[in-house]
T-cell receptor, first 111, second 117 residues
């Protein structure tokens, strides 16, 4: 079983739509959680951290359910520029950034 | 500020040849990571260093792979001998960790795309 599992998609949505991605992780000792974004043929970049209380950054909302070992990302009012692969990431390294990446969910926003 | 710098950006080589990938982390960062990305397996952590010391190399696929970090501003990943299944994009990333408090933010280089024929 993979340590971090995501639906690979693609999710094809029109501009303005709301889209949600989910992710599950297997290591109950995981300490912190993140979403990264990767554009085609580019390097991954941190999108946002994920906290148990839920957190928002503009149109993006991230949620963590430790009991279910489940992480989500909600994107409201999708823009063409949101088209990318979204990587669910788990830190299992204690005080180190030992980040384990999911395979990613591809999002394509069309006009 | 300069980001993480990797070289070469692209390499095409023949099976059996030695491949050396290079990385210069962001100045002041004390952790360095090597990842490999393929369509089939996604992003896999190969090895990471903290203060130039290898902390965890459990992701290194086999003895053909080795990594070094002789100083805070340089690291290499070597594959010898290379095989076609090593074809992938190899990313180097760096981060700053204070008092073992990880922020989860890795800064990635643009990657080295390796093709082994």
């Amino acid at each position: 079983r993979k340590e971090v599992e995501q639906d690979p998609g693609p999710f094809n949505v029109p501009e303005g739509a709301t889209v949600a991605f989910n992710c599950t992780y297997s290591n109950s000792a995981s300490q912190s959680f993140f979403w990264y974004r990767q554009d085609c043929r580019k390097e991954p970049k941190l999108l946002m951290s994920v906290y148990s209380s839920g957190n928002e950054d503009g149109r993006f909302t991230a949620q963590l359910n430790r009991a279910s070992q489940y992480i989500s990302l909600l994107i409201r009012d999708s823009k063409l520029s949101d088209s990318a692969t979204y990587l669910c990431v788990v830190n299992i390294g204690g005080g180190y950034n030992k980040l384990i990446f999911g395979a990613g969910t591809r999002l394509a926003v069309h006009p | 500020d300069a980001g993480v710098i990797q070289s070469p950006r692209h390499e095409v080589t023949e099976m059996g040849q030695e491949v050396t990938l290079r990385c210069k982390p962001i100045s002041g960062h004390n952790s360095l990571f090597w990842y490999r990305q393929t369509m089939m397996r996604g992003l896999e952590l190969l090895i990471y260093f903290n203060n130039n010391v290898p902390i965890d190399d459990s992701g290194m696929p086999e003895d053909r792979f080795s990594a070094k970090m002789p100083n805070a501003s340089f690291s290499t990943l070597k594959i010898q001998p290379s095989e076609p299944r090593d074809s992938a994009v190899y990313f180097c990333a760096s981060s700053l960790v204070w008092d073992r408090r990880a922020t989860g933010e890795l800064f990635f280089g643009e990657g080295s795309r390796l093709t082994v024929l």
